[in-house]
C-alpha cells in the first residue's frame, strides 16, 4: 500500500504563503485522484482541494478558490498544494488523502497562521 508524506507546513503571517507537498512512496497515477484535507483545532475534517492525476483537473472548497492551488508532478509521485493569501481560518493540520478521502492518508502536517 503506498504512503504518503506531507511537508512544507509551518507558522506564517496572514497574508502570507506556503507550499505543501505530498510525496507518494508509490506511483500517484495508480490513483485516480489525490487530495487535501484539513481539521482546524475544534472543528471536523473538510476536503480543501482534489486533483485527477490523469488530467489535471481540481475541485476546491469554495474558502480557499482563488488562494490555493493544487498541481501534481507525476514524474515525481508528488502533489503539491500552493497556499496564498492565508487567513489565520486556514490554520489546522493539513492531510494528502488517496483517492480523495476514500484511500490512505498521509500523517499530517501542522500550518498556523497568526501574527
Known amino acids: 500500500q503506498v504512503q504518503l508524506v506531507e511537508s512544507g507546513g509551518g507558522l506564517v503571517q496572514p497574508g502570507g504563503s506556503l507550499r505543501l507537498s505530498c510525496l507518494a512512496s508509490?506511483?500517484?497515477?495508480?490513483?485516480?485522484?489525490i487530495g487535501w484535507f484539513r481539521q482546524a483545532p475544534g472543528k471536523e475534517r473538510e476536503g480543501v482541494s482534489c486533483?485527477?492525476?490523469?488530467?489535471?483537473?481540481?475541485t476546491y472548497v469554495d474558502s480557499v478558490k482563488g488562494r490555493f492551488t493544487i498541481s501534481r508532478d507525476n514524474a515525481k509521485n508528488t502533489v503539491y498544494l500552493q497556499m496564498n493569501s492565508l487567513k489565520p481560518e486556514d490554520t489546522g493540520v493539513y492531510y494528502c488523502?488517496?483517492?480523495?478521502?476514500?484511500?490512505?492518508w498521509g500523517q499530517g502536517v501542522l500550518v498556523t497562521v497568526s501574527s
Open positions: 486533483i485527477s492525476t490523469s488530467d489535471g483537473s481540481a
Open positions: 488523502v488517496a483517492e480523495c478521502g476514500a484511500g490512505v
Open positions: 508509490g506511483r500517484i497515477s495508480d490513483y485516480y485522484t
